[in-house]
């Protein structure tokens, strides 16, 4: 949405004069400088009772360096590392002047680096460290649930990277042996731990949306420009020295190659969808509830490098076989579906690789008002002026929480915010946490305290389970543009204890 400075800024501060309006956090009581991080007051944690948990991290790459560089020392000691790129290996500790990746060394100094065991694989990391009790995966899609599962039946629990898995089937093996195994499985869907989408969130379930029928969510990048592919990575000089002779097949991958261009293979990836979609339709099914969607369609295509001369643009020889650029069209129950089955609310995603004037999120069209979540970082929100009252991109906002039927935004009097908000946006700090760190210290928390239970009773806000329902929209969205068809979802599916998949259903293989 194209809105200008002023109205972006009235949009934010619309947003947090209307969390400090509804909002029933303990910080707007005056505590909030008693906790140290919001994660804790926001997901229900505290400090660790007892010692650090013994961590070790598998996969050391561009998400590997993150969660390094984001994890919580007071809540995980890091023993070892596994990587089966020497160069990655060498970047968890010296980071790579981003500063997203500052590398260990920065983050917890020389001495304790030198502690730090490294090894090339996760087997070898398993076989000499029993002491560890968590391991934390961030590898290529193709191969989370073989170390996953490797991981719990060495007795560890897990926190492993989005997507889930490469396939349904995959993803229900892995919450099965972790029940087996009795270890906690939390999935890197970083937006449960989001302060921004849990206010956002309390915005929308609080009813100050009115009904929302439609969300439009995208992840929009340009790669156009000459070597602006960041999943065409090249091949590193140290990796193809260090690796000629190793067996790469024995690790799941035909070749260096496709090692590091994993994300442009079927065999190693799973496109748009699973590595970017995959985050969007989390959020949206969060905003609907958690509620599991009805049907999926869509169009995928190589349209831009598949057609000679354009994607060529970079001179790099390309293999792809991934689309790159993705539409979808998802039906979700609205909140009263089980009365009428009318009541559907429809979600577009999109994903395109040639434009990033709109880069990511999701906008929330309600009968009330709109919210505009913008690259973790944002949240704006307007009022719908139907009621002859100002509204839309220009007019700032209350909420009056006396209504009969529920709080509702009204248009705001006067042209500033509101004491509240501005100690709301004091209380919630500067920069946005996307919410790793906050995930890393729940899962330790969560193994201190022996908490298995469900995210209701203050267990993981991820698990196996959830996860696998952002993994079954963003698969069966590839099934559907890759047969070219409107797929009706199966609640046996979702289900753990089912063996039913969409990739083995013969509706949909048909
Ligand atoms: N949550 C997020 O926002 C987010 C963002 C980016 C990536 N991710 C996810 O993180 C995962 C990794 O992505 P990436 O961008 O870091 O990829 P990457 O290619 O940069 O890194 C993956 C690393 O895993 C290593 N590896 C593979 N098999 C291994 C094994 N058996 N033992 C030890 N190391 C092994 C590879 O050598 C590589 O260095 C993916 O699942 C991706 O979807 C999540």
Known sequence: MN????????????YKEAVAGLNRRAFLKGTAAAVPGLGGLYFGYSALNGSPVKVGFIGTGDEGSVLLTQHPPKYMDIVAIADLRPSNRKRAFDGDGNENRVGLRK???????????????????????????AVVIAVPLNVHAQITIDCLEAGKHVLCEKLMAHNVTECKAMIRKAEEKKKLLA?????????LYENANDLVQGGLLGDIKFIRANWHRNNSFPNKDSWNKPVGKEDIATLKDFDFKQWGFDSLEQLVKWRLFNKTGGGLMAELGSHQLDACSIFLGKKHPLAIQGYGGKNFYGVKGLGSIDKQEDHREIDDHVYVTLEFPGKHYEEDKNDIVVVTYSSINTNAMEPYGETLFGSRGTMITELEQNVMLFKEGGDGTPGGPGARIEVDPAKKGGPVLK???????????????GALGGKVSRGY???????????RENNFESREKGGLRCNGTHAMGDAIMALTANLAMKKKKRIDFKESWFDPKSDDAPETDPQVLA
Not at 3 to 14: A, F, M, R, V, Y
Not at 187 to 195: A, C, L
Not at 437 to 447: A, G
């Open 187 to 195: 999935v890197g869907h970083q937006r449960h731990y989001s302060v």
């Open 411 to 425: 248009t705001s009097d006067t042209n500033a915010p509101s004491t509240a908000a501005v100690s709301t946006a």
């Open 107 to 133: 983050k917890l100094g020389a001495e304790t680096c030198a502690k730090i065991k490294t090894y090339a694989t996760h087997k070898e990391l398993l076989e000499k460290h029993p002491e560890i009790e």
């Open 3 to 14: 809105l200008s400075p002023e109205e972006k800024k009235i949009g934010q501060d619309n």
């Open 437 to 447: 760190t906050e995930e890393m210290e729940h899962l330790c928390f969560c193994i």
